[in-house]
């Protein structure tokens, strides 16, 4: 460990977590950086597993230790990182994630019709400025800029640091023991061949393991039917309350996630961003509680239904579902609730969901095999890798 420790955090996933002193407990401490205490991590995956009320704050965390553990690994192995690229790994580490808006996400491309990564890149440009540059190796290692590409890996990959933890934690506190990987075995087979992270092929079992829980994770957590169904009447939601503010109903909204409902174009970047990192999950359960009383009947009923866990129906199909079974479903909810139709047609919704367990044709894991070789891979595991992207069509509406 090259740093001093300033402060020491229990982690219910890997025990003691230590806090560098210096810039990355400046960071830690910033209110950008706290913000994550407000935003799950898991969505609205509470509704199916009321363990999963963590936050990007324990993940963070949890990723910055996996970080640690890591270059401890590589200084081992004889891997020269120097001190400048160590602070600035697990800076890009600690703020991969502070992009995410509320409910992570869930609400992503409604609010700001960015990726939570180009955010998460604004945010830190913002937090450089103000530190007088201090960033500069976490950005350039960040946006994989940096010349030792082994440490953009870490941050972001097929087999990086974030995505060791959110599975491991999110099984812990979903329950889905799926979910659970050797992470430790993994950092222990990693080592650099020519610039890139590879896995020593003794390792070749565990990464087969990660990603099947990944994809397990997947389909038991993330994209399980009810947290879907949830998730997309959140974003029906938040659209519909758009359009009945823009009609003259007004809420008491907080400032900050007002401007996000009534300013959609044209937003100057400086004045999004300082309101954008003022919002959280609070914001939003808020907003719903306000919105559960609208003159407005879809909005109210999909208000409603949110804050007493009234889950859609939802069902999923291999191929689109076409616009006559949109309308046979809106007829019977008209029906059913009394709507006219147009009201009725804001209720029922389709969309897409895809899941890719592995892609060997981009960024794929590299193996050192025992005669010294590097091989993909896609070429050296038994596991059947050829091609594992699932889409899943889905219908979701009101219980009839």
Known sequence: M??????????????????????????????????LRRISQAGLANLVYPGANHTRFHHALGAMHLALESLDMLDIRGIKVSDDEVTGLILAILLHDIGHGPFSHVLEHTLTGKHHEEMTLAIMEKLNSEFDGALDTAIQIFTDNHPKKFLHQLVSGQLDLDRMDYLNRDSFFTGVAEGKIGYDRIIKMMTVVDNKLVIQEKGIYSVENFLMARRLMYWQVYLHKTVLASEHMFIQCLQQAKEVYANGEKFHLSTHFEYFITNNSNRDKGEM?????????????????????????????????????????????????????????????????????????????????????????????????????????????DYPIGNTVVVKYFLCYPKL
């Open 2 to 35: 090259r740093f001093k420790i300033k402060k020491i955090i229990n982690d219910p996933v890997y025990g003691m977590i230590n806090i560098p002193e210096g810039i990355i407990f400046e960071i830690f401490e910033h209110p950008y950086f706290q913000r």
């Open 273 to 381: 961003l300082n309101h954008f990192v003022k919002i959280d999950d609070y914001d939003l359960w808020w907003a719903i509680k306000q919105f559960a009383e609208s003159k407005d009947a879809a909005l109210s009923i999909l208000a409603n239904a949110i804050l007493n866990r009234k889950i859609f129906k939802l069902e999923m199909s291999k191929t689109p579902y076409t616009e006559s079974d949109i309308s046979t479903i809106a007829d019977k909810v008209s029906v059913a609730y009394n709507l006219d139709k147009t009201h009725a047609q804001n209720l029922v919704f389709t969309g897409s969901e895809t899941n890719e367990m592995y892609n060997s044709k981009k960024d794929e894991i590299m193996v050192l095999m025992k005669d010294g070789s590097i091989k993909p891979f896609s070429e050296v595991s």
